[in-house]
């Protein structure tokens, strides 16, 4: 692991489960300064007893996280892992359920950016992101999930663009199946199922390497990637074997 000779101050959010969690105890383990930003009342005790600022905090509520976030001196790193997933069971397509999905993954993003930007634009800091494979190509019942990661997608390349001159580096961070709370509800075939410990280590490692995209394991996402540029019907049957049940 890559060590710093400069304690950071970190912020992450979605700290209190899954990747989100396990980044904040390395960083932590790194004697790294972590704002670990999440709901989970006995996750934010105990990465308190690790050292980390918690901060119990609904990423829903746009000021309440610009007022949380104004409280913080000094922000070099932004991790944003808070999001959800639910499936979509054709013929019935559940808007409610979609529009859930959007709004909470989209929504805890914009809010943190929007309260996290001026603090990284102060340090010259790094903005990331955590998309999904599941953004390559298109999966039957990852409907909202999907499209929801292909917006974080445009977003975080767009962001790499447009935040370049105020020299605030983007990353975007494209896992394949992690084994977290999340990933639990999936009743499909989950290939290189990675542990948050290996997913931790590939964004950190990405991150000290200032890469502008993390993509792990590659033995996946090279593969998606590629599906991708394929003609419909390649990824269409590839897609039809993985979610069979």
């Not at 409280?71 to 944003?80: G, M, T, Y």
Request: with cysteine; proline share 5%.
């Amino acid at each position: 692991m890559t060590t710093s000779t400069k304690k950071r101050h970190i912020v992450i959010t979605g700290a209190t489960s899954g990747i989100g969690m396990q980044l904040a105890k390395d960083y932590l383990a790194n004697d790294e300064q972590v704002y670990a930003v999440g709901r989970d009342d006995d996750a934010l005790a105990e990465l308190k007893e690790l050292g980390a600022t918690p901060i119990d905090l609904d990423l829903m509520d746009r000021e309440a996280v610009i007022a949380a976030f104004e409280k913080i001196d000094q922000v070099d790193l932004a991790i944003c892992c808070a999001g959800a997933c639910e499936y979509l069971d054709m013929p019935n397509f559940d808007s409610e359920t979609f529009m859930k999905v959007m709004s909470v993954n989209m929504g805890t993003l914009s809010h943190a950016i929007e309260g996290v930007l001026p603090k990284l634009i102060a340090s010259k800091g790094r903005l990331v992101g955590l998309g999904s494979a599941s953004a390559y190509v298109p999966f039957a019942r990852a409907e909202a999930y999907g499209s929801s990661k292909a917006a974080i997608h445009y977003l975080m390349k767009t962001l790499q663009i447009s935040l370049a001159p105020h020299e605030v580096a983007v990353s975007l961070v494209v896992p394949g199946f992690v084994d977290t709370p999340m990933t639990k509800q999936n009743d499909f075939p989950m290939p290189f199922l990675q542990t948050t410990e290996q997913a931790s280590q590939a964004i950190r490692d990405g991150i000290a390497a200032e890469h502008e995209v993390i993509e792990f394991p590659k033995k996946l996402t090279l593969p998606l990637k590629t599906l991708g540029t394929l003609p419909d019907i390649a990824w269409q049957q590839v897609s039809k074997q993985l979610n069979k049940k």
